[in-house]
Every structure is written in C-alpha cells, then in structure tokens.
C-alpha cells in the first residue's frame, strides 16, 4: 500500500530548540517537497528535492533545513531560527511525468511554545 | 503578493445541488491548475487538473472550468453530496520554471474555501 508517512502527527517544543519531521515515501517517487499551512492561508513551499542529495529552497525556507540521502525520505529540521514556527507541515512527492499531481502526507502540527 | 485568490472564505449548499468554487490568478506564466480537497488532520488529495490549452476538464460529477483571458478557474460538483464537506485548494503552476509543470511542485495554492454541503 504506497503512500507518505509523516510522523509524529503531533509535536511539541519549547523555544529555541531545533526540532526534525520525519516524511517517508514509498511510491518510489524522484521528486518530494516540504509546505506549511498556516490558518486562513494556503499551501507555501519552504524546500522540494528533484532527486538524492539535491535540494532547493521554496519561498519560505528561512529558518528550515533539509536533507536527501536517501530516495525514500526528506527530513525537514525546524530549526531555533525560524520566527514563527507553529504550523502544519506537510511532505509531498511526485512522479516523473510532466504535471503529475502531488501526493501529500497527512501533516505534521508542530507547535512550539 | 497572492498570485492565486479564493475569495471565498467558505461555501454552504444543499445536498444535490450546484457547488461553485472560485479561484483567481495573476500571473499569466501559469500553464497548469489543479483543485485539491484536504479533510481536517489530513493531507489534501488532488481532485482534478486542468491545462492552459483547455478552458474545460470533467471527471465524475467534478468540472474545472479555465477562462484565461478573466485568469479566472472554476471547480463544479454535480450534484454535491455530504462527503464532499472539506477545504478546497485550487492551485497553478508554470510560472516561468525552466521546466515548468508539477514536476518540480513548484505549486502556488489559493487560501482555500471551506464548502459545506447540508443533507
């Protein structure tokens, strides 16, 4: 049964620390991406990855990091820097084909206190 | 600068009837849009696309509908049913990207519109 898996569902943290998302896939997809959703606003892309050991920044990367040592999962690291960290986090990926559509998780509420 | 607008915050309507969701864009490099619905605690999953070269795109009891002239789409359901209550995201893509296309998921999404459907 493929799909994403982003774990936790919940998270909590105090400020000033760093706290890491895991998103897994295994649609066996070159392609994953990181967006906040904030209340009231849409989906707003903070890194994607083409392919292993590559990435780049979305829009709203600052504050974040990424890493791609694998094909399977893309990790996104909120870090003490990022201003206002309290959102749901979504992982995406997608295939190869020109337009297809994305396949999200079910998020991440990271809230951070 | 919001490049894809849901005017509407929400959207209530009668089971078996007409829903209408709207979406508005600015830039004219867009050359992809797709509608998303997202249920509470979920990640949103895609309902339909459409591409610049069509104005129109039917799937089941869902229709986008492209104006580019306006930069206006439109999502129908028809006829709407209680499980359809959810956020509706529409989003674009193209934008200028060397490639272009959701293959990078370079997506601009709207602020979304919460539709209601009352049995």
């Known amino acids: 049964d493929g799909g994403i898996t982003q774990s936790p569902k919940y998270l909590f943290r105090k400020e000033g620390q760093n706290v890491t998302l895991s998103c897994e896939q295994n649609?066996?997809?070159?392609?994953m991406y990181w967006y906040r959703q904030d209340p009231g606003q849409g989906l707003r892309l903070i890194y994607y990855s083409q392919i292993v050991n590559d990435f780049q920044k979305g829009d709203i990367a600052e504050g974040y990091s990424v890493s791609r040592e694998k094909k399977e999962s893309f990790p996104l690291t909120v870090t003490s820097a990022q201003k206002n960290p309290t959102a749901f986090y979504l992982c995406a990926s997608s295939g190869e084909a020109y337009n297809s559509p994305l396949h999200f998780g079910n998020g991440t509420r990271l809230t951070v206190t | 600068d919001q490049q894809v607008k849901q005017n509407s915050p929400s959207l209530s309507v009668q089971e078996g009837r007409i829903s209408i969701l709207n979406c508005d864009y600015t830039n004219s490099m867009f050359d992809y849009f797709l509608w998303y619905k997202k249920y509470p605690a979920e990640g949103p999953t895609f309902l339909i696309s459409i591409s610049s070269i069509k104005d129109k795109n039917e799937d089941g009891r869902f229709t986008v509908f492209l104006n580019k002239s306006a930069k206006h789409l439109s999502l129908h359901i028809v006829p709407s049913q209680p499980g359809d209550s959810a956020v509706y995201f529409c989003?674009?893509?193209?934008?200028?990207?060397?490639?272009?296309?959701?293959?990078?998921?370079?997506?601009?999404f709207g602020q979304g519109t919460i539709l209601t459907v009352h049995p």
């Open positions: 649609l066996n997809h070159d392609a």
């Open positions: 989003a674009a893509s193209g934008g200028g990207e060397p490639s272009g296309g959701t293959s990078y998921g370079k997506l601009t």
